[in-house]
């Protein structure tokens, strides 16, 4: 793998004061994404220390005080406990997934006060994407790849604006009942500065310890937010070339070398979706994404039966 250029924007956003969120809504993204990078064929499955430490931060969230946190914060939190319940097991030891379960129906909203919130992209995005009034949507496969490689725990959707490509991904929230919501809430961009397959990438990410802040929430990813070398499939680890992401190893012509089917063409040669097709297209698309969501939620509800009330 060559690697594209590793290099983020510099974007100057007024850093909003709030308290800080607890820390160990933090630990529960890091460990749930950790194990979920390891999972698939041919590559080493996490240490059995991964998922101890997933048990020992849900314990943490079963002891919570709930009411204590704001709606954003239980959204991202549920949104990891699931990403572990859908996730991989660790080498000689399983994940805690009645655990998990349990956790995210707690952590769980009324689906009235999900509806309220409704599923229009949190603007902070678009000083990174740029003005979504200049967005141009791709005509893409349905679900994406990146749909499922998240469990279906968020709904992406590629875009281009001017010279920048993104593709960026809306968090999907399961209501007490276990009933499926796509939110405002987006928890990941993944950027390519220019329209050339070789142009430099940038990954975002919500900023978990800022979750009651009103703005500026996400933040560009450093290779020590990433697994170690030896573990994970990501584009994006500590084992690449210093400086350059493995954009290319999904999307560029050795795609095929690294066991990657051709269903993920590069962005730039997708078709882009006339402004008259977009609302459909993409209700089709987010639609095949709850449709995988409420597969997971039916199998978490046999571990953790849904709540008859929640604030």
Same mark, same amino acid.
């Given at each position: 793998m060559r690697g594209v250029t590793y290099r983020c924007p510099h974007v100057v956003a007024p850093r909003s004061?709030?308290?800080?969120?607890?820390? %160990?809504?933090?630990?529960? &993204? /890091?460990?749930?994404?950790m194990i979920a990078t390891t999972q698939g064929p041919g590559y080493e499955k996490a240490p059995a220390s991964y998922c101890a430490w997933a048990g020992r931060i849900l314990a943490k969230a079963a002891k919570a005080q709930v009411s204590s946190l704001t709606n954003v914060e239980r959204i991202v939190a549920q949104t990891a406990a699931m990403k572990l319940f859908a996730g991989p097991d660790c080498h000689r030891q399983r994940l805690p997934r009645k655990a998990a379960a349990s956790v995210a129906i707690r952590l769980a909203l009324?689906?009235?006060?999900?509806? !309220?919130?409704?599923? &229009? @992209?949190?603007?902070?995005?678009? /000083? %990174?994407?740029? @003005?979504? !009034?200049?967005?141009?949507?791709? /005509? &893409?496969?349905?679900?994406?790849?990146?749909?499922?490689?998240?469990? $279906?725990?968020?709904?992406?959707?590629?875009v281009q604006s001017g010279n920048r490509r993104a593709i960026f991904g809306q968090v999907v929230a399961f209501d007490s009942s276990w009933g499926v919501h796509l939110t405002p809430i987006v928890s990941r961009i993944e950027l390519r500065m220019g329209t050339e397959p070789g142009a430099s990438a940038c990954v975002l990410a919500l900023d978990t310890s800022r979750l009651r802040c009103a703005s500026d929430l996400m933040r560009p990813l450093s290779l020590a937010d990433t697994p170690p070398a030896k573990l994970g499939r990501g584009f994006l680890r500590r084992s690449h070339i210093r400086g350059r992401a493995g954009c290319d190893m999904c999307h560029g012509p050795n795609a095929a070398k690294n066991g990657v089917s051709k269903q993920h063409p $590069?962005?730039?040669?997708?078709p882009v979706l006339p402004t008259a097709d977009v609302a459909a297209h993409l209700k089709l698309r987010f639609d095949a994404v709850l449709k995988g969501a409420k597969n997971t939620a039916a199998r978490a509800a046999k571990l953790a039966p849904a709540r008859v009330t929640t604030p």
């Open positions: 004061r709030c308290s800080p969120s607890p820390k %160990w809504i933090a630990e529960l &993204t /890091r460990v749930a994404h009324s689906a009235r006060v999900l509806r !309220a919130m409704g599923s &229009t @992209p949190a603007p902070g995005i678009d /000083r %990174w994407i740029g @003005p979504r !009034a200049a967005w141009i949507d791709k /005509r &893409t496969r349905i679900p994406l790849h990146h749909d499922s490689e998240e469990g $279906f725990v968020k709904a992406f959707r590629p $590069f962005f730039g040669d997708l």
